[in-house]
């Protein structure tokens, strides 16, 4: 059997990556310094596109009931998504997804260590070696194949790895939470200090969120309580609220940083190691369990010897963009609050410009239509670089989708049309499946990665390049 991946971190991006490379097959052990899951219960959004992948996972229903959350926002400007059916968002508890990945990984194979901490490694060609404190042994070392950072916004292993961070913009501290009752109404709006929060969850609780700018708030080290949350709104609205039990609260601060690159050798960043914005908005969860499935099937597909020359390089190439993206929205949306007495007038022209359909589709889809330029040259609209839609199929084994043709962890040639001519040795590397034409797939034949990303899209009974863009992603047919 060969080294492990190590996995620093076993949140839920950790736990996701494991998950994937238990999928293909391969081993990992996850290092976490928490001797248990989060006591509190945190809520956070899933939006359209992850919903997507855990439903490819089998993990959804898992997940118990997921209440839709109607509004999203961008810099406390409301956007419209009566008119886009694929893009919704569903509220979701982030210690039951933890407490799911963890299952599954495990149930996979995965050797999940809490209370382990990462304390230095060194990596050489052949792989890293991992010095690790915890459990009984107190210290310890630990060989693996490669080594995935996903230990938070303060990453050791980003630290160990040389790898810096670009800060910037202004910084901020909040709390939030949810809670049993609140003496007060409906709130989302724009203070001149920052933004205060009220949403009621429709089963008589509230979400009840502050953000404020330029402002430090009591060090990490103090527990969150509900009176320094009736303080800052306070400080915000002027007003003294009465706010009952807390379900869950928790305190966030910072500035946005991005990591300089997402892999350094043998070690990868992701999640928060690799990516950290204020979370308004912004699908910061999200944003790193994309990180997780983009970088577990290359890391397996490496592990297995079957990874094709510049695989590895790929996922900083395709998700250091993704958290520049995301970041580039948080600076935005902050630009949009703070001051208010200066960018009053340009909230004004932004509400106008909103209620444009093309404005509003973009901002609403901004970190969830990410598209990877995969294709040589392929025009705007092109389905290449895209996550697959999930669209109904009928093959000859009977009635199928998208989504259940990635279920397996593979990556698939999807053929719509009968005379198209599947190139020899295909069946070795991907899975073939004919299905009739459907309407939202305007193609003869679709390479999909192991990700749900379109690596091809042709049409005609030989179209050009599919050779390639299997060889490019899946190796040569003697690979396999």
């Not at 790895?161 to 109404?185: L, N």
């Not at 960043?269 to 912004?282: D, N």
């Amino acid at each position: 059997m060969s080294d492990p991946i190590i996995i620093a971190g076993g949140g839920p991006v950790g736990l996701l990556l494991s998950l994937e490379l238990g999928r293909a097959g391969v081993p990992s052990v996850v290092l976490e310094k928490r001797p248990g899951h989060h006591e509190d219960e945190r809520v956070g959004t899933f939006h359209s596109r992850l919903v997507e992948i855990f439903r490819e996972r089998g993990l959804m229903e898992a997940l118990g009931e997921t209440p839709p959350w109607p509004a999203v926002h961008f810099g406390m400007v409301w956007l419209d998504l009566s008119k886009l059916e694929s893009e919704y968002n569903l509220l979701v508890s982030q210690t039951k997804i933890e407490q799911l990945l963890e299952s599954r990984a495990a149930e996979l194979g995965a050797d999940i260590r809490r209370g382990h901490t990462v304390t230095g490694f060194e990596q050489d060609e052949a792989g890293v070696t991992v010095r690790v404190t915890g459990g009984e042994a107190g210290a310890y070392e630990l060989r693996g194949a490669y080594l995935v950072g996903c230990d938070g916004v303060d990453s050791t292993v980003r630290e160990l790895a040389g790898i810096g961070v670009t800060r910037s913009g202004k910084s901020w501290y909040g709390v939030m939470g949810d809670f049993e009752s609140y003496d007060g109404e409906f709130d989302a709006g724009v203070r001149p200090g920052g933004v205060f929060g009220a949403l009621p969850e429709g089963t008589g609780r509230w979400r009840l969120q502050t953000l404020e700018f330029d402002i430090d708030g009591p060090p990490e080290s103090e527990p969150v309580t509900v009176e320094e949350l009736v303080s800052n709104i306070k400080r915000l609205t002027g007003e003294t609220k009465v706010v009952g039990e807390p379900l869950w609260m928790r305190r966030y601060s910072g500035t946005t940083q991005l990591a300089e690159r997402y892999q350094e050798g043998r070690v990868f960043l992701a999640g928060e190691a690799a990516h950290y914005y204020v979370p308004t908005a912004s699908h910061g969860l999200n944003t790193g369990l994309s990180d997780a499935v983009n970088l577990g099937w290359k890391l397996a597909a490496a592990v297995r010897g079957r990874a094709p020359e510049g695989l590895l390089e790929s996922y900083h190439a395709e998700r250091h963009p993704a958290g520049y993206r995301a970041c580039q929205a948080a600076q935005a949306q902050m630009a949009l609050i703070h001051p208010l007495e200066k960018v009053a007038a340009l909230r004004e022209v932004f509400q106008e410009l909103v209620g444009i359909e093309e404005v509003n589709r973009r901002l609403v889809t901004w970190s969830t239509d990410i598209r990877y330029e995969l294709g040589d040259g392929e025009p705007a609209g092109s389905l290449v670089g895209r996550r697959v839609p999930h669209v109904p199929l009928r093959t000859a084994a009977g009635e199928s989708g998208t989504g259940e043709l990635l279920g397996g962890g593979r990556g698939v040639l999807l053929v719509l049309d009968e005379e198209f001519a599947v190139p020899s040795g295909s069946e070795s590397r991907v899975d073939v499946v004919r299905a009739e034409p459907v309407a939202e797939l305007e193609a003869s034949a679709l390479l999909l990665r192991p990700d749900g990303y379109i690596a091809w899209a042709g049409s005609g009974a030989e179209a050009e390049g599919l050779k390639s863009a299997l060889d490019a992603w899946f190796g040569g047919a003697s690979g396999s």
